[in-house]
């Protein structure tokens, strides 16, 4: 392995902070971020992502390289919930199984956007496309865990409406709010993008900074009581996203020779929702746990992720 790699991912300022945050929790510090700054900072993320892929898209002919992606990233998102489900259905039950489910075959936006961060410190570029593409995996696993749910679940009066639910995953802020800004940005002239420049782009890394330590205190917190549950989710959190970051590394280049492409679908496969899934299934499937399925995805997968996760993925990339 290239451990150089490693070491320069593991020095980044904005995963060093997210290490304070997870070290203020240990040390019992009274350090914490507004709630309501937090989900400014979240939105600013979700809004400059978005508008910078679409002024990416705005610069680039539309191509049947873009139908290929979209499609990849959702068959991905659509897939691995049905062997997720089916590895843990017998030991949690349909409803908690079909939650972990979504959350893995949906993705992490942070993560994404993390991961963009990681891409620029190894001098790599992945398409503006991928924005969209990242997008549209949101749904589809959200609407296949509640199958699987309603399939070999027990029936329950409190399940809403399947239109309910995948209006719902539609219409979810995080979904809406980046494609809302790839479409405004892919409007946008070069002279309009470049007047909130100093907003969507300069001040990004710093902003990243400040949500990472705000999801450090929030993963520590949580992992302290995950970590008492029991050790077999735990593993799996570690395993599960490995194996498809992996898997989908290798598969990724049937539809990109773009190495930066490549590793973001890599990432996407990798990652697991704890922002639009937990939303949907509060609504979509009650009967689940949040204390299983939140803390598996954003105090376990999240962390590995953007330490050693992303080195791996990288590092697969360019080797097959």
């Not at 990849?72 to 590895?87: E, K, M, N, R, S």
């Not at 843990?88 to 893995?104: H, T, V, W």
């Amino acid at each position: 392995m290239d451990y150089s790699l490693l070491l320069d991912n593991l020095t980044n300022p904005a995963l060093l902070f997210f290490v304070l945050g997870i070290l203020a929790v240990r040390l019992k510090s009274d350090l914490c971020i507004p709630e309501t700054s937090s989900k400014f900072i979240s939105l600013y993320l979700l809004l400059s992502i978005g508008f910078k892929g679409g002024q990416e898209l705005a610069h680039s002919e539309f191509s049947f390289d873009i139908v290929k992606a979209i499609l990849f990233g959702i068959t991905i998102a659509a897939a691995i919930p049905f062997y997720v489900f089916f590895l843990l259905k017998r030991k949690l039950g349909a409803d908690n199984a079909g939650a972990i489910a979504a959350s893995y075959g949906s993705v992490s936006a942070v993560t994404f956007v993390t991961a963009l961060s990681f891409l620029e410190s190894q001098q790599l570029h992945a398409n503006g496309y991928m924005v969209a593409t990242m997008a549209l995996m949101e749904a589809p696993s959200i609407i296949i865990g509640v199958i699987l749910i309603r399939l070999f679940g027990q029936p329950s009066t409190e399940t809403p409406r399947l239109r309910t639910t995948i209006q719902h995953s539609l219409t979810n802020g995080s979904v809406l709010l980046i494609l809302g800004s790839l479409v405004i940005g892919l409007l946008a002239n070069d002279q309009q993008a470049q007047g909130i420049k100093p907003f969507t782009t300069d001040l990004f890394k710093g902003f990243l900074a400040i949500f990472l330590l705000e999801m450090g205190i929030v993963s520590g917190r949580k992992l302290n009581d995950f970590v008492k549950s029991g050790g077999l989710l735990t593993v799996f959190a570690l395993v599960i996203p490995l194996i498809n970051g992996i898997a989908v590394a290798i598969l990724s280049a049937s539809v990109s020779d773009n190495i930066a492409n490549r590793f973001m679908f890599a990432v996407l496969a990798a990652s697991a929702s704890y922002i639009a899934v937990p939303a949907a299934m509060k609504i979509a499937a009650p009967k689940a746990n949040p204390g299983i399925y939140f803390p598996m995805a954003l105090a376990i997968t999240f962390p590995f992720n953007i330490t050693l996760g992303m080195p791996i993925y990288l590092l697969v990339v360019k080797n097959f």
